[in-house]
């Protein structure tokens, strides 16, 4: 086969990889986030948050849950992006025409949702490790690791609150899912299709950074909601129609506190995910024929 007409396709795996990677760059803003989200009442700036983590941690304390943000993305993201590139590469016509926005966006759900409920573990154990920091020492969880918290909380809680939040997690990763991979898939073959871009970086960069916007504005609802569900201590949440109406309270802004760190953790994340994902199909990916 010549090199001209090789196609090269993703492997099942990929996008873990990618996104573990995005991760190691990104985590000190998803943990800001976090803990904006988690605010009640007075609102600190993401500025003078930062200050206050360095001041009282030291630079390392931005990464606190970095073990479990990496197993978070090896678990989410390996099943998401693999369920979603296996099942596009099965469906993808023969005469090498892309599957269609709509199945492409039911195929991103479909993997979203087992991503989101394959990583919820790890997504507990991620959320309550970066918010550990701004706890008094006595209300501290004191986790070491991700695995170590997996274990406390499987012993000390039950295993079954291991998915605490699950729907909310399901539900935004679906959302999740298909801003970031069908919305990329489809900007990314709008773009190749003009006569001024190229299967190249830049292209993955600016498909990846508008798909991080429409991602991160279709999610910040229910990632609030998500983020209260596991971070509240047993109890606290009864059912959560009770955690909508207790958010709403504040205003209707509630659901978006934490909206600028997100976006600004999600872009980056998002386009050294698809940067690194692309990187790995081209390098290292099955030839289709």
């Not at 970031?180 to 003009?194: P, R």
């Amino acid at each position: 086969m010549s090199k001209a007409t090789e196609i090269r396709v993703s492997r099942w795996y990929f996008g873990g990889l990618a996104s573990a990677g995005a991760a190691c760059v990104t985590h000190p803003l998803d943990l800001l986030k976090v803990q904006m989200q988690t605010q009640k009442g007075k609102n600190i700036s993401m500025l003078k948050l930062t200050g206050i983590v360095l001041k009282n941690q030291g630079v390392m304390g931005l990464y606190n849950g970095i073990s479990a943000s990496l197993l978070r993305q090896l678990t989410y993201s390996t099943a998401r992006f693999g369920i979603y590139e296996m099942a596009k590469q099965h469906l993808a016509p023969k005469n090498g025409q892309p599957i269609s926005f709509f199945m492409s966006a039911f195929l991103a759900g479909l993997g979203g949702f087992a991503g989101g409920f394959v990583g919820n573990p790890a997504d507990l154990v991620n959320v309550r490790m970066q918010n550990d920091v701004k706890l008094p020492p006595e209300q501290r969880r004191n986790y070491k690791n991700a695995i170590h918290g997996l274990w406390k909380v499987a012993t000390e809680e039950g295993v079954l609150r291991l998915w605490a939040g699950a729907s909310m997690t399901c539900s935004r990763a679906v959302l999740m899912t298909i801003g970031q991979l069908s919305f990329y898939d489809k900007i990314k073959e709008l773009l190749l299709s003009t006569e001024y871009l190229e299967d190249n970086v830049f292209t993955h960069v600016t498909s990846s950074l508008l798909a991080g916007g429409i991602a991160t504005t279709l999610t910040q609802p229910v990632d609030v909601l998500k983020t209260r569900a596991m971070n509240a201590k047993p109890g606290e949440v009864k059912s959560i129609l009770t955690l909508v109406v207790g958010t709403a309270k504040e205003g209707p802004l509630a659901f978006f506190k934490g909206y600028i760190p997100a976006f600004a953790r999600l872009a980056p994340h998002t386009v050294l995910t698809f940067v690194f994902l692309e990187q790995l199909r081209i390098n290292f990916g099955t030839i289709k024929v």
